[in-house]
Each structure stands twice: as structure tokens, then as C-alpha cells.
């Protein structure tokens, strides 16, 4: 893919998931990114496994998503028990979503995926590349990088995105405070062979008076262990690291499981400490702070690797809508004012979830022992805890981005764009009339606005000339928001399908109606990393959504044409 050449590259530190992540959604905007990482080769151990709903619907949309599901396992329900006895069941099926699953999968595998989907759009990991220094000023950023032959570059930058792990030289060279606590308890991690007395489309995680216990599943029998490791880790030879045992592994399950569990081929195993630690501030600057490098927690719930690739994608469209479109630099700070709550609650979330499983007596063994069973089999709490787990809930309603107007039914301005069975009225370079799902026709690489009218199946027009006037409106409508976004913004005319029309192929999306509620017409305007950031009627919302666009969006000097 080409880039523009005479734009000053991103530097991205750090080729995990999430800086992956993000050069993949600045390079699918045409901004020139340098990608290092001090490894010399990719990581062969894998600590994240799980991939939720919404990062397999932002995948889907960088039409990414079939290798993840050609390799990982679907796990379709979670338990939880409390010593033996199972506490609370929770089914992932009623999601509304293609992805009504945890995705088990190793984070090996999933940078591969990554990478390899990054080489096709022109970027390459530059590996055994080192950080060594680092400034940045009102013109941009210098670093100095050690290459693998020990030669020392300096090279210039626009931006930094700082996604290098717990440990960051970013952040330790800009002395950025990294506040929390570090816990007094390692957790043991194993990947192994085991025979269980389940189905391997559901996880078990086990609390007792011993300990946390949990078996997620890679399918064909192959099993993640994760276990609290209360005692002093064992002593190793001088200069080695110590490592966990399958005996050890057994003696685990036979005190906390209390199930017929049988364990064999042990292919890796490690410790590592449980800290719960963020960043005060996102963006300093031209540098941005993603994934461990901004965040670390425990990994209950299945959450950090989700967080930093969301985080990547939330921010990699508003640095491209600036570096390359002159919006203004505001727009960099809704990265912090939209992510920043998002990371507390999930430390908080996480740091619960420990608590609440480790418990051996007090009142969070009641609460987890008596209380949350009952209130898990309550149906909108039950559905609650569906969405935050999947993390189909995360919104941004609060964001200065977003522009709200009452319509009826749908989703409001800030939260998840959902996918939906539609009718294709017109659409951008010459799109032919026809069934299509939402997901199908959104480009990260752009803004889409959806606007949705009355259709007529047998009549691909007909929604877009019920009368002169209406047609006429809606046309003036698209083009006055289109000269806000030149060769950034996708516009496309949705209807319903017509009654009796058979949806194309796949599950997990509902009708236009259900998802976008019954309001003709109206329009929705969805950013980016697929979320709403307007939404309204044509007719009465135009100046307002001009005004809106024109102050985060448009670039410096931009003089919006005056409304019909």
C-alpha cells in the first residue's frame, strides 16, 4: 500500500499486539509508520490467550478476522466454582454479535497474524532495534535507535506511540510515574495435555480456600492452566529462572479443582508477579502510552490484550485524521479523555475479580459463595455481565466526539456501531444496489455515514425518491458533510430488506431496524474504529453535525459552505 511519502513517519516501540495493532491502522490510512522492537525475534511463549467479541468485530471490519477464527478455539460459557461446588454459569450464546464466544488463542499466533497481515500493507517489524534516546518538542520527535549491527540511527517523527511493555524505555525516559501496586503473589502459567469431565467449548475458573485455579481450553485437549502461587517461588540455579513443574501442576489441581482432572505433556510453563499499575496521562505530548506500557493488571477477565488492541485502533485514526488531514490537535486528546476511564475501571475490575476469587473467608467469600449466584441468575444482570466481559459495552458517550440527537430506538452517539442486515440503496464508486451487512461496508480506513431511508426492495431507487423534496434535502444533506471529508468519508443509502427477503449468509446480526431503530430518515456517522459518533436527522441536524465535524474533524481554515 502506498503511503504519502512526504509525511514524517509514526515510531512505534514495541511489536506486540497492541503496536501492531496501531501501525496497522495508520497504514491502512496511508501514514508512514516505523515499526521497532528490541527482540530480536518474535516471542515463542505466550502469556494473553483470549480474544473477545468486540476486538473479533474491529478484526472483521480490518477484514482480518478468518485466521483468528481458523486457529483459536471458541470457548461458548464460563464457570465458576467455589470449592468444587459451581457457583455461577455464564452463556455467551444470547450475544448479540457473529463472535458469541471467548476466542482462546496463543499471542504468538496472534502477532503472527498481525504481522503478516501488517507486510501486506507495506510495513515491516524492524527487530533487535533499541531506543536509546528520545526528545520531543512543538516540531515533532528525534530518537536514536541501536540497529542490530550496532550501528546508531537518528531519525525524526511525527508522533511516538509508546507500546513497550511494563517495562518502557518511553516511559522511563520521559520519567512518566507508573501508579499502583505491585502484589505480593506470582501467578503460575502452564499449557498442557488434560482429561476432563467437560466440554471443550466452555472455561472453568476455580476459587478455594487454597487458592485460584482456573482451565481455559485450546481444543484437541490441550489446556491453559492459571494458578495463584501463594508461597515463595522455588529456588533455582544461580542465573536461571525458575520454572513450574507438572508435578506441581498436578498437586494444584488435585487441592483447588476438585474435580476429576488429569493432567499430562506439560509444553510450557512459567511465573510471573500480578502488579496493578497505570500511567497519569495518555498523551504527553507528541507521545501516546498504549498496552502494558500504559497499563498492567491482573489477568482476570481476559481484558489486557483487548484493551491495548482497542486502544491501538482508537488512537491510530485521529493521529492519521491529523497528521495527514490537518485536523486539529485536539482530537489527540480525546485519546485520554476516551481511553483513560475505560483502563481505571478495568484495573478496578480486575483487581476485584482477584480479590473475589482468592477469598477464603469474609465477606467477598459470602458475596462470591452466596450473593452472586443470585444475582447472576437475574436476566439483565446476567446480560450485563455477557456485554462487559465480551466488552461489547465499552462506549464513549461522554466524549466531546460525540453528537447525540433522540431517535427512535438505536444506538446512541458513542457506543458500538452494530452490524445489521441492509439493503444497499446507493453507495460510494459506484456501488451497485443489493443486500450487504454494516460490517461488510465500513472501511477503518475512513468515516462512514449510513444514511437510512425508506426502501423498497423492488425498486432499488425508490427510498431515495419518495418525493423531489425529500430527495433533494438528503442529496444537499451528504454533500455538504462529504466537502468536511474529502476522500475520507464513505457514504452510504440503507434501507430495510423488503419483507420476505432472505438475509445474506452468517449469524449475529439482526435486522436495519432492530439494530438502528425506526427513524426515516436519519443518518449515522461512525468513526473509524467503529463507533457512532453522531447520529441524527437530516433534515433538522444539518448545521449541527457541520458545526460538530468542522471543529474536531476539518482541517485548520476549512470554510464550511453555507446550508441550503
Given at each position: 500500500?502506498?503511503?504519502?511519502?512526504?509525511?514524517?513517519?509514526?515510531?512505534?516501540?514495541?511489536?506486540?499486539?497492541?503496536?501492531?495493532?496501531?501501525?496497522?491502522?495508520?497504514a491502512r490510512a496511508h501514514i508512514p509508520v516505523r515499526l521497532i522492537?528490541?527482540?530480536?525475534?518474535?516471542?515463542?511463549?505466550?502469556?494473553?490467550?483470549?480474544?473477545?467479541?468486540?476486538?473479533?468485530?474491529?478484526?472483521?471490519?480490518?477484514?482480518?478476522?478468518?485466521?483468528?477464527?481458523?486457529?483459536?478455539?471458541?470457548?461458548?460459557?464460563?464457570?465458576?466454582?467455589?470449592?468444587?461446588?459451581?457457583?455461577?454459569?455464564?452463556?455467551?450464546?444470547?450475544?448479540?454479535?457473529?463472535?458469541?464466544?471467548?476466542?482462546?488463542?496463543?499471542?504468538?499466533?496472534?502477532?503472527?497474524?498481525?504481522?503478516?497481515?501488517?507486510?501486506?500493507?507495506?510495513?515491516?517489524?524492524?527487530?533487535?532495534?533499541?531506543?536509546?534516546?528520545?526528545?520531543?518538542?512543538?516540531?515533532?520527535?528525534?530518537?536514536?535507535?541501536?540497529?542490530?549491527?550496532?550501528?546508531?540511527?537518528?531519525?525524526?517523527?511525527?508522533?511516538?506511540?509508546?507500546?513497550?511493555?511494563?517495562?518502557?524505555?518511553?516511559?522511563?525516559?520521559?520519567?512518566?510515574?507508573?501508579?499502583?501496586?505491585?502484589?505480593?503473589?506470582?501467578?503460575?502459567?502452564?499449557?498442557?495435555?488434560?482429561?476432563?469431565?467437560?466440554?471443550?467449548?466452555?472455561?472453568?475458573?476455580?476459587?478455594?480456600?487454597?487458592?485460584?485455579?482456573?482451565?481455559?481450553?485450546?481444543?484437541?485437549?490441550?489446556?491453559?492452566?492459571?494458578?495463584?502461587?501463594?508461597?515463595?517461588?522455588?529456588?533455582?540455579?544461580?542465573?536461571?529462572?525458575?520454572?513450574?513443574?507438572?508435578?506441581?501442576?498436578?498437586?494444584?489441581?488435585?487441592?483447588?479443582?476438585?474435580?476429576?482432572?488429569?493432567?499430562?505433556?506439560?509444553?510450557?510453563?512459567?511465573?510471573?508477579?500480578?502488579?496493578?499499575?497505570?500511567?497519569?496521562?495518555?498523551?504527553?505530548?507528541?507521545?501516546?502510552f498504549a498496552g502494558d506500557a500504559a497499563h498492567v493488571h491482573s489477568?482476570?477477565?481476559?481484558?489486557?490484550?483487548?484493551?491495548?488492541?482497542?486502544?491501538?485502533?482508537?488512537?491510530?485514526?485521529?493521529?492519521?485524521?491529523?497528521?495527514?488531514?490537518?485536523?486539529?490537535?485536539?482530537?489527540?486528546?480525546?485519546?485520554?479523555?476516551?481511553?483513560?476511564?475505560?483502563?481505571?475501571?478495568?484495573?478496578?475490575?480486575?483487581?476485584?475479580?482477584?480479590?473475589?476469587?482468592?477469598?477464603?473467608?469474609?465477606?467477598?467469600?459470602?458475596?462470591?459463595?452466596?450473593?452472586?449466584?443470585?444475582?447472576?441468575?437475574?436476566?439483565?444482570?446476567?446480560?450485563?455481565?455477557?456485554?462487559?466481559?465480551?466488552?461489547?459495552?465499552?462506549?464513549?458517550?461522554?466524549?466531546?466526539?460525540?453528537?447525540?440527537?433522540?431517535?427512535?430506538?438505536?444506538?446512541?452517539?458513542?457506543?458500538?456501531?452494530?452490524?445489521?442486515?441492509?439493503?444497499?440503496?446507493?453507495?460510494?464508486?459506484?456501488?451497485?444496489?443489493?443486500?450487504?451487512?454494516?460490517?461488510?461496508?465500513?472501511?477503518?480506513?475512513?468515516?462512514?455515514?449510513?444514511?437510512?431511508?425508506?426502501?423498497?426492495?423492488?425498486?432499488?431507487?425508490?427510498?431515495?425518491?419518495?418525493?423531489?423534496?425529500?430527495?433533494?434535502?438528503?442529496?444537499?444533506?451528504?454533500?455538504?458533510?462529504?466537502?468536511?471529508f474529502p476522500q475520507a468519508l464513505r457514504v452510504w443509502w440503507i434501507?430495510?430488506?423488503?419483507?420476505?427477503?432472505?438475509?445474506?449468509?452468517?449469524?449475529?446480526?439482526?435486522?436495519?431496524?432492530?439494530?438502528?431503530?425506526?427513524?426515516?430518515?436519519?443518518?449515522?456517522?461512525?468513526?473509524?474504529?467503529?463507533?457512532?459518533?453522531?447520529?441524527?436527522?437530516?433534515?433538522?441536524?444539518?448545521?449541527?453535525?457541520?458545526?460538530?465535524?468542522?471543529?474536531?474533524?476539518?482541517?485548520?481554515?476549512?470554510?464550511?459552505?453555507?446550508?441550503?
Open positions: 500500500m502506498a503511503v504519502a511519502s512526504s509525511l514524517a513517519p509514526v515510531l512505534i516501540v514495541g511489536a506486540g499486539p497492541t503496536g501492531l495493532a496501531a501501525a496497522m491502522s495508520l522492537d528490541r527482540a530480536p525475534q518474535a516471542g515463542r511463549h505466550s502469556r494473553a490467550i483470549g480474544i473477545q467479541a468486540r476486538t473479533l468485530e474491529l478484526f472483521e471490519q480490518h477484514r482480518i478476522v478468518e485466521p483468528f477464527l481458523e486457529l483459536g478455539h471458541r470457548a461458548h460459557i464460563a464457570n465458576l466454582y467455589s470449592n468444587g461446588q459451581r457457583r455461577a454459569r455464564l452463556d455467551f450464546d444470547p450475544l448479540f454479535t457473529r463472535y458469541p464466544y471467548l476466542l482462546f488463542i496463543e499471542q504468538t499466533v496472534t502477532e503472527r497474524i498481525l504481522a503478516g497481515h501488517l507486510a501486506t500493507l507495506g510495513v515491516e517489524i524492524e527487530r533487535g532495534c533499541e531506543l536509546l534516546e528520545y526528545t520531543q518538542g512543538s516540531a515533532g520527535a528525534s530518537a536514536e535507535v541501536r540497529r542490530p549491527d550496532g550501528r546508531v540511527e537518528s531519525l525524526r517523527c511525527a508522533y511516538v506511540i509508546a507500546a513497550d511493555g511494563a517495562h518502557s524505555t518511553v516511559r522511563h525516559r520521559l520519567a512518566m510515574k507508573f501508579d499502583g501496586e505491585t502484589m505480593t503473589q506470582s501467578f503460575l502459567l502452564a499449557d498442557l495435555s488434560a482429561s476432563t469431565p467437560w466440554s471443550d467449548d466452555e472455561f472453568h475458573i476455580f476459587a478455594s480456600g487454597e487458592g485460584l485455579a482456573a482451565l481455559f481450553p485450546f481444543g484437541h485437549g490441550r489446556y491453559r492452566l492459571i494458578a495463584d502461587h501463594k508461597a515463595m517461588l522455588p529456588a533455582a540455579p544461580e542465573g536461571t529462572i525458575p520454572v513450574p513443574t507438572l508435578e506441581e501442576c498436578r498437586d494444584i489441581i488435585q487441592q483447588r479443582v476438585h474435580h476429576p482432572v488429569s493432567v499430562s505433556d506439560m509444553s510450557w510453563a512459567s511465573y510471573f508477579s500480578v502488579n496493578s499499575r497505570m500511567v497519569r496521562q495518555l498523551r504527553v505530548e507528541r507521545t501516546f489477568p482476570a477477565g481476559a481484558q489486557g490484550l483487548n484493551t491495548g488492541i482497542q486502544e491501538a485502533f482508537n488512537l491510530g485514526w485521529k493521529i492519521a485524521r491529523v497528521h495527514a488531514r490537518g485536523a486539529p490537535e485536539r482530537l489527540l486528546d480525546t485519546y485520554h479523555a476516551e481511553r483513560y476511564p475505560i483502563e481505571r475501571l478495568v484495573l478496578q475490575q480486575t483487581s476485584f475479580m482477584t480479590q473475589l476469587v482468592e477469598a477464603d473467608h469474609g465477606p467477598l467469600k459470602l458475596l462470591r459463595e452466596r450473593v452472586m449466584p443470585a444475582l447472576v441468575a437475574l436476566g439483565p444482570l446476567r446480560d450485563a455481565a455477557r456485554q462487559a466481559v465480551s466488552e461489547l459495552s465499552i462506549q464513549y458517550r461522554r466524549s466531546p466526539l460525540t453528537l447525540e440527537r433522540v431517535l427512535d430506538g438505536g444506538p446512541r452517539a458513542g457506543e458500538r456501531a452494530p452490524d445489521a442486515f441492509v439493503r444497499v440503496v446507493d453507495g460510494p464508486l459506484g456501488k451497485a444496489p443489493g443486500k450487504g451487512r454494516i460490517f461488510d461496508l465500513h472501511d477503518p480506513a475512513c468515516f462512514s455515514l449510513f444514511l437510512l431511508v425508506d426502501g423498497d426492495a423492488d425498486s432499488a431507487g425508490a427510498a431515495a425518491k419518495n418525493s423531489a423534496e425529500a430527495s433533494a434535502t438528503l442529496k444537499h444533506f451528504t454533500e455538504a458533510i462529504e466537502r468536511l434501507a430495510d430488506l423488503a419483507n420476505g427477503e432472505t438475509p445474506l449468509a452468517g449469524e449475529g446480526a439482526a435486522s436495519l431496524s432492530e439494530s438502528y431503530g425506526r427513524t426515516r430518515p436519519a443518518f449515522y456517522l461512525v468513526r473509524p474504529d467503529g463507533y457512532i459518533g453522531a447520529r441524527g436527522r437530516p433534515a433538522s441536524d444539518l448545521n449541527a453535525l457541520l458545526r460538530h465535524c468542522e471543529t474536531w474533524y476539518a482541517a485548520a481554515g476549512f470554510a464550511q459552505a453555507p446550508p441550503v
